[in-house]
């Protein structure tokens, strides 16, 4: 159990790690130095940690099964410093929920070569194990990020998108965005929306 759990808590810092990164990136490529010059454009996890929502939050959750969202420290970005700062922002924004996308190919990839990759599909413990951990919670990152509520990335992706008075009624909902996040969480509104958009990914990459 404890194994089980360490596991799937090492693989969410480095996948969380990974996110955050390709949105300091991708900031960076667009014109915006604002996160490499804090040392964000790194893998290195302890440039994105927060200790509350990268480890004691998924922790607790882990363990005892409660709804808790996890997070990591957000990347800092400058809007006037891009070209076009909404629709790049919103190009930034893609760039964290993409990248979990990746991850997740990469694992699935490599489930199909490795030994004992058609075990871990059974529960089977061991390296093709945590592969189907890290495809797994990627694909969950991805989706649950590409919610539609700011300040997931799927809120700051739609606000960049959306006609002006659209995106500015989104960014009105910015202060609020976690209350809604957990309202869709306990009523099962989330689920019903995530679970068949991950089911349809599980698919195409297994």
């Known amino acids: 159990m404890l ?3 360490l596991s799937q808590l090492a693989v969410l810092i480095l996948s969380l790690s990974f996110h955050e990164a390709a949105h300091a990136w991708t900031a960076n490529k667009l014109g915006d130095p604002t996160a490499r010059m804090l040392g ?3 893998l290195n996890p302890l440039a994105h940690i927060d200790w509350i929502g990268t480890v004691l939050f998924p922790l607790i959750a ?3 099964g409660v709804p808790l969202i996890g997070w990591a ?3 800092p970005v400058n809007p006037n410093n891009l070209k076009r700062p909404r629709q790049d922002f919103a190009m930034v924004a893609l760039a964290g929920p993409m990248s979990n996308l990746i ?3 990469v694992a699935a990839v490599c489930l199909k070569v490795v030994p004992g990759g058609d075990s871990a599909l059974s529960g089977a413990p061991g390296f093709a194990g945590l592969l189907l951990t890290a495809l797994i919670l990627n694909v969950l990152l991805a989706v649950f990020n590409m919610i539609p509520v700011p300040p997931l990335d799927g809120g700051n992706v739609l606000a960049g998108i959306a006609p002006e008075p659209v995106a500015r ?3 009105t ?3 609020f ?3 809604i996040i957990y309202a869709l969480l306990l009523t099962g509104i989330l689920r019903a929306i995530a679970e068949p958009v991950m089911d349809v990914i599980f698919r195409w990459l297994l």
């Open 103 to 105: 991850l997740a190919f």
């Open 73 to 75: 420290k957000p990347v």
């Open 40 to 42: 964000r454009l790194t």
């Open 62 to 64: 882990m363990y005892s």
């Open 3 to 5: 194994y089980v759990i």
């Open 173 to 175: 909902l910015r202060p």
């Open 169 to 171: 009624l989104i960014d």
């Open 177 to 179: 965005g976690f209350l």
